[in-house]
């Protein structure tokens, strides 16, 4: 069951040539809906069967959100893919773009002919700037084979699709500051409502999908929603492409069918590295709880397993800890994170995520008092659910997750001013 | 200020969005004028508001919102390390300490002779081939080990 949906092709040389696409059957999920006219209802419809969720993150059913899209508005409307890959763990889209960029193209194609979108854009974090430009390529090679562009096939239909980068803010992936971004302002998310189905790009009607999401729309029209559901589990559709990194021997992108358990997955990437025992398990991407080892080894890798295990499947961005692993100075890593990109929009998390940080280090490096674990549990719960966007749940989460499976860390830090782990 | 060959560049951005939505192109814009001048001095990025006719401040509010824009003159060749949780797991710091003791300057710093500077960066989005680092934000360099590091260094002319 690996390798079914995206990465089929990646063993091929030059897999993100449009020669070799083609090769394996691409774009015959697009000729086909152009063939028969496939009704744009049918086509959600059949993204509604898959049970295909956000990729991105949030896990939001896909097929839902496109039934969202005013499609009989008249005027411009956008579909918008989400490429800013940067939460710490995470770097599957970037494989993406990077080994089947026309998968994506013709996912995003089919996207605005299903919505009546006008145009696209791929919003690219600005970091894997060789991957954007390889990205640029595939659109230049689609636009030279009619599938992209004026008169797709011939079909009398215009739509094309645009990259742009991002350069260096972690909050851009949050779809409405990605937009904002993309009309070339500072990226801090907007309120919502108003969604940006109603008000999204330039304010018009916009759907935004992660990479993942969209490139596996192919899969799903060629072969129907309920191959794709098939192959992982009820109400958790598909194939799901994990990152692994970490200690692990061979860390990497697996695409394995929803449901596979997580012991699999480790083995798959060479389990823990120098022979060292599993610690922890960060399983969505640094803003997710962690989850002790021992109770990962019980999970099944899909959003309601990890769930009941008291955190979130994310982007799939799995980061594994081993026993060496000191937890206090791992959460002061990633509290620096969440300070340093927070868009500063909002009070609790502008001044929150510093707070938390400023506590955390002093932890860390021994100057830890007593009343601090409380503090970080008070500052934690002021900030969740009190700003605009999610990066103040995710800098209040690992902290929470961190204190719920190993205060003892914390409280021997403060009391001894030296790691427990290893003594440092 | 900026040579043809780079406002035909910001040109084809520009004609990325629709009419009217010149301003989307700032962060492109910035980019290539970035690539071309080393870093963005305040007349650089009025130029480039100029140049997309948009007022001064919109492409000041993005030249300082996105931390990839050099607001400083930086060296010839600026590496930005991640040192972000994964990569630190798969040996960041290490790579790190060698890295500042071979060219002899810390984070946020830059070698005597203007070739080298060094910075700390968060996540790229690319944790399976850790640690890794960016030279002049563009041209990614993954699996660091002293080995990989002196064979970059080397190829920096």
Known sequence: ?424 | MLSPAALTEIDREVAKYPPLRKQSAVMSALRIAQIELGWLSPETIEYVANYLEIPAIAAWEVATFYNMYELKPVGKYKLSVCTNLPCTLMGAESAVEYLQRKLGIGFNETTPDGKFSLKMSECMGSCGEGPLLTINNHKMKVRLTPEVIDEILAGLE
């Not at chain 1, 893919?81 to 494989?95: H, V, Y």
């Open chain 1, 1 to 424: 069951m690996a390798n079914e949906v995206i990465f089929h092709s990646i063993h091929l040389p030059e897999s993100w040539k449009l020669e070799n696409y083609l090769k394996v059957g691409g774009f015959d999920a697009l000729k086909k809906v152009i063939a028969e006219q496939m009704p744009a209802e049918e086509i959600i419809n059949q993204v509604k069967i898959s049970a295909l969720r956000g990729r991105g993150g949030a896990g939001f059913p896909t097929g839902l959100k496109w039934s969202f899209m005013p499609r009989q508005f008249p005027g411009d409307k956008y579909v918008v893919c989400n490429t800013d890959e940067g939460e710490p763990g995470t770097f599957k889209d970037k494989d993406i773009i990077r080994y089947n960029p026309h998968q994506l193209i013709e996912g995003m194609v089919i996207a605005g002919y299903t919505l009546g979108a006008v145009a696209g854009y791929n919003y690219i974090h600005g970091e894997i700037f060789e991957c954007f430009e390889r990205f640029e390529a595939a659109l230049e090679e689609a636009r030279a084979a009619n599938l992209l562009g004026k008169n797709i096939l011939g079909s009398g239909w215009d739509f094309d699709i645009h990259a742009h980068h991002g350069y260096g803010a972690y909050v851009c992936g949050e779809e409405t500051a990605l937009l904002e971004s993309i009309e070339g302002k500072k990226g801090q998310p907007r309120f919502k409502p108003p969604f940006p189905a109603s008000f999204g790009l330039y304010g018009k009607p916009t759907t935004i999908n992660n990479t993942e999401t969209l490139a596996s729309i192919p899969y799903i029209v060629k072969h129907g929603g309920q191959k794709f559901l098939e192959l992982g589990k009820p109400n958790n559709g598909g194939t799901k492409i994990f990152s692994v990194s970490g200690h692990v021997a061979k860390p990497g992108n697996y695409e394995i069918g929803m449901g596979t358990p997580f012991k699999e997955l480790l083995a798959m990437a060479g389990g823990i590295k120098d022979g060292r025992k599993l610690k922890a398990v960060i399983p969505g991407g640094s803003s997710v709880p962690v989850v002790p080892g021992e109770i990962m080894m019980d999970v099944t890798m899909d959003y309601d397993s990890i769930s009941k295990a008291g955190s979130y499947l994310g982007a799939g961005s799995v980061i594994v800890m081993d026993e060496t692993v000191c937890m206090v100075k791992a959460l002061e890593r990633l509290s620096y994170f969440y300070f340093e990109e927070s868009c500063g929009q909002c009070t609790p998390c502008r001044e929150g995520a510093g707070w938390l940080y400023r506590v955390i280090q002093r932890i860390e490096h021994g100057q830890g008092r007593a009343e601090d674990l409380a503090l970080l549990e008070s500052v934690a719960g002021n900030i969740m659910g009190r700003t605009i966007c999610a990066l103040g749940d995710a800098a209040a989460m690992p902290v929470q997750g961190m204190l719920k499976h190993y205060r003892n860390e914390f409280e021997y830090h403060i009391k001894h001013g030296k790691c427990m782990v290893n003594g440092g």
